[in-house]
């Protein structure tokens, strides 16, 4: 079990750890989950490199160095490193910012891209500056991920009918597939939409029916799963086989083509300073939402096995294994959702599985490049739209609305903005709404002017309770910790109570529910208490709690303040009553 | 006195309100204190436009309308508006961005920003999103008025010495000095140097010594300080007259020139499409920091008499008088901190004080437009620097290292970005760090592992405490609110306890410091359900809030736990002891 977080080497280098007790047993489960997942990855990775508008073959490339490079430095044990759906979107959409046409210099910036991305999680991890991930909240990303899996389903449609068209927003996508579809009508590419069509159908009702069919066929539960999950392997050599059979590449199917059989040399992309400009903010977007989602999944499976992961050591994890894609001459990656799972489910025992994994990936290339040639970009396209078809959910939206405006709010603004100006404003103006949100909600606290229920201690709100209260005694209670954003509420609030309540002489701010009281809290908390002096009011505070009493004692609020800091809520009024 | 926040067209229209209760002896005390305004507002007013890097006499203009929109719409009692040493600076920095040479055209653009920030609040009031100006807090308003004050003095060190030089920023300003101050070596303008520092001497002395000095001759207490404040307009008689007298113009002493006498007709500033674009920020920028100053200033005088204003109707007040402002021919304006504070102490009994003191404005204009002519620019330098120095002060700095580490880098930054790179750098830098330190330290709260204290029913940190636990139950105390910045701290914490603790059976989550769960912690609490259920522990609450519990009852949650919920921790640990 990888339990509290180690020190020195082992905190870096965390297989020193689990490297030291790694036995038979396990080498064998390891090895029999990189097979699974080494068959399940190869057509995936194809079709992400595809996506990302980039050769099918850089997938293959990501696949092998990144995987290898998270074996010495991950602490998942099931996490599985590698080309995924959103964050080959967001490579597609930095890159074809950049306005290049030479693919030699679009290759070269997807490089750079995960090369600064990669930078950019190690220095984040070496800074200990996980918790910028935390900015995205959980129904943002719910809203961006369902709305990228629109954008990216909608932008395989002409690879997998053979026609014309694409576009970053839902807008330009419509329109581009509108009047595609239109000319279409004259030159129908029929052998494309036959091969798309009918792989996406195989790929729909394996991924439903085929596990109940071979569970039916007397095949154990596990077994049928995952053979569910391989079944896309069949489309890419069926789709091949045909293409090769039938020649369709000569009728109009457009196929991947020749590539260099094997693994590149080791290479560094290319750096400019405009370039560097250009990548730095889709980079470090990059880094954030592929480290959200890879610790989103580790954490999950890991807490199934009563096991942990450490978020600042995955930052360096992910880095390594970014720069290690870049140098590998490949993209852009992150733990994905899909593949882990499969990793987690055929067995992984340390994170030595996608060692072997990226070694028979490694081999494989050498075996699959020839093959290569014949794979239609059809089933690739199909291949993408039925993965990210399972992402796209708008249940969240329902949620949201029910459970509270303001995050629903906050989904909302996701989704739209990702439909209608793409995945990167989509993720900018969500990250804002949920703190301006937040932010809002903070600034206008639920406050309770509270009295004590007879016969108890207790101080319960006047509204809801019936409670003993004196006229020159008020008790406010404010649910919220005191900082910049509600400060003012709190003064408006204060000086609204005194205007209507001529007998006044003490009020007590209860605070059990306030956790810090920021700078201008207590300049506030000094303006009220000295006011209220000249109005001949004493200002109290009771149930202050202790990491904010320490707070007030490096200040001279205590010295100034006008009444008294009480233990209770009840030690306060009755104190205050006995004095008269 | 001005309590709640009234209905209908009193609402909108105060002066509905206060104006049917208005007698003569309200009248009496208002034009007392509109003639010691008036007097005080002169000098001022010409210098601040002349800071805006406009004619002064636009100063004038933006004193009349202004001063009786504010009459209409204002619900405070004592604010004086009118040109303020921080907005003038910020319209200086906006236009001079703008790169026109044209001084009509400058004027039009000063025009045109009041009328933008004028609509910008007017909107703001209209929807009630006056809770904006909190992200402004209190430390980084403190340290953005310092830092304004030394480029507001630096800037006007040429116009005292009658030198070249100029800029926005600490390092403009000092490289231009130092290259001007070497140049006057060969060229000394000695009648500039001599008024300007004449002038300066003379209201540095009259600001600490001058009321001292009358006390002791025998005026009381308020007419001594009262004078005092007003001596700057002697400075603006003696050096026009000695401007005039020894014919200074002919010597080299720059003077304010001959202006049109009276107030201009009310106009209509150019509006263009580029234009707007181009001073959108910072019209959004001057009307929230004009608004904050103004609140500000407006809460604390109204405090002194257990009087209240009301923030969103100031909006509506101040918007107006930017509005009014730029249809008179002036520029931006707010509620100023020392005008206010010398018509409060003068006695204003309501908001008429202002209408009086912009008729008497207006009939001023007449009269001294002519005299104008003669008054030198040095003296109008003198008169901003020495307005601007008490603004300086750096305690801000020491207060905030003494009482929190995060509030003093939010200064910090807002001080060092603002001396850097500009006033609108500086606030940007501001909020921002103010609010990236909040979330910060909300997303890693104060935990606390809590057991009984024996004999009684509390429940206490245990390593503050001597305290019961049991080793299958966990306690566990998260003293803030749960939302998306803090859903991975509390996961990952929970999860480390659980790995650590192979006896457990129970969590309960105390929530009496929780104020809020949202969706984000909804769903984390929802994923540690069910993770802890796949391991056979049962996750309970305790002392969740009445707010709390209603949003959970929204949500499936409370069908979804494996453990109870339970009013008290008392309860809940003595509920699961017994079921054993």
Known sequence: ????????????FPILQWGRQYRGPQFADDVLAAVIVMVMLIPQSLAYAMLAGL????????????????????????????????????????????????????????????????????????????????????????????????????????????????????????????????????????????????????????????????????????????MARLSPILAVLGSGFAAWYLDLGAKGLALVGTVPAGLPGL??????????????????????????????????????????????????????????SSFAGGFP??????????????????????????????????????????LPRATLAATIIVAVWSLVDFSILKKAWNYSRADFLAVLSTIV????????????????????????????????????????????????????????ILSLRVDESLYFANTRFLEDLVYKEVSERPALKHIILMCSAVNEIDLSALESLEAINSRLGDLGIKLHLSEVKGPVMDALRRSHFLHDITGKVYMSQHQAVTDILLAE
């Not at 079990?1 to 870096?12: D, E, F, S, T, V």
């Not at 074996?71 to 910012?97: D, H, K, N, Y």
């Not at 600034?443 to 209260?469: D, K, L, M, W, Y």
């Open 55 to 226: 050769p099918p073959e850089m997938g293959l490339y990501a696949s092998v160095l990144p995987l290898i490079a998270y074996t010495v430095f991950g602490t998942s044990r099931a996490l599985s490193v590698g080309p995924v759906a959103v964050i080959s979107l967001l490579t597609a959409a930095a890159i074809s910012r950049l306005g290049l046409t030479d693919p030699a210099q679009m290759i070269s910036a997807a490089m750079l891209l995960a090369l600064m991305s990669g930078v950019f999680l190690l220095l984040m991890g070496i800074l200990r500056l996980g918790f910028v991930a935390n900015f995205l909240s959980h129904p943002v990303i719910a809203g961006f991920i369902t709305a990228s899996g629109i954008l990216i389903a909608l932008g395989q449609v002409p690879a997998l009918l053979g026609i014309q068209g694409g576009g970053h927003t839902l807008i330009e996508l419509l329109h581009s597939l509108g009047l595609s579809l239109l000319e279409t009508l004259n030159a129908p590419n029929w052998p494309t939409k036959a091969v798309g069509l009918i792989t996406l159908l195989y790929l729909f009702w394996s991924r439903s029916a085929l596990a109940p069919l071979l569970r039916k066929a007397g095949m154990s539960e596990r077994g049928s799963t995952m």
């Open 417 to 472: 903005m990702t439909l209608a100006m793409g995945v990167e404003a989509g993720v900018g103006a969500g990250v804002l709404v949920s703190i301006l949100v937040h932010l809002y909600k903070s600034s206008r606290p639920h406050v309770a002017i509270v009295g004590e229920v007879p016969g108890t201690e207790h101080f319960r709100n006047v509204q809801r309770h019936q409670v003993v209260t004196h006229p020159h």
């Open 267 to 324: 290479t560094v992309p290319d750096v400019s300073l405009t370039m560097l400009q250009a990548l730095a903010v889709p980079a470090a977007m990059i880094g954030i939402l592929g480290f959200v989602e890879s610790v989103s999944v580790a954490q999950g499976l890991a807490a199934k096995k009563r096991e942990r992961i450490h978020p600042d050591q995955e930052l360096v994890a992910l880095g390594s294994a970014n720069i290690a």
């Open 333 to 374: 990656v992150a733990g994905g959702f899909s593949r882990s799972v499969v990793n987690f489910d055929a067995g992984a025992a340390t994170p030595a599985a996608g060692f072997y994994a990226a070694v028979l990936i490694a081999l494989a290339t050498f075996l699959l490049m020839p093959m290569l040639a014949w």
């Open 1 to 12: 079990m990888i339990g509290l977080a180690p020190k020195g080497l082992q905190r870096w």
